[in-house]
């Protein structure tokens, strides 16, 4: 591999349940988390689903094959879809090729963000969105990020019976 086929490297920050459930994706086909978001980003910016919900955001217009999303000033502010004031985050490091990266360039120009603005927002859509799970990781069920485990410990000194 030469020098120009060099890997980016992308540390968006995203809150901890979108990094646990990456996490159980990868362990869940076998791969490295950072394979796996890698995946997850790929895949999203294919869908003309999570394009739309992106749309709102658009400064410029995009267009993908027969279909335009138009750009308008008066867009809404990314970070809205990215931040999570209550919620714990954390950095969620994975690479692109080059080649990836041109793919998702047109996108980038189209929201006229951050990098890592975008590809915090193509995760965080990705994981919520069933489609693009399914894709990726095809028997894959994430848990609720509201669900408890409710687990009774056993007393192994205890000789009472209940």
């Not at 995946?39 to 910016?45: I, T």
């Not at 004031?85 to 990266?101: H, I, M, S, V």
Request: hydrophobic share 40%; net charge positive; proline share 6%.
């Amino acid at each position: 591999m030469s020098r120009g086929d060099k890997k980016t490297q992308f540390g968006p920050c995203v809150p901890i349940w979108i990094k646990e459930t990456v996490v159980s994706m990868g362990k869940h086909r076998n791969l490295p988390m950072g394979d796996m978001a890698r995946a997850l980003v790929m895949e999203a910016q294919r869908h003309v689903n999570v394009i739309d919900q992106l749309s709102v955001f658009f400064w410029r217009s995009l267009r993908r094959g027969d279909t335009i999303w138009p750009g308008h000033d008066h867009r809404a502010d990314i970070r809205t879809l990215i931040d999570f004031p209550y919620d714990k985050c954390e950095r969620l490091k994975f690479r692109l090729t080059p080649d990836d990266r041109h793919l998702v360039d047109d996108l980038l120009m189209a929201l006229a963000c951050p990098v890592d603005h975008m590809m915090a927002a193509l995760l965080i859509i990705s994981v919520q969105d069933r489609r693009v799970v399914r894709a990726v990781a095809p028997h894959f069920t994430p848990c609720s990020r509201y669900s408890i485990e409710r687990r009774v410990p056993k007393w192994h000194g205890s000789s009472a019976r209940y």
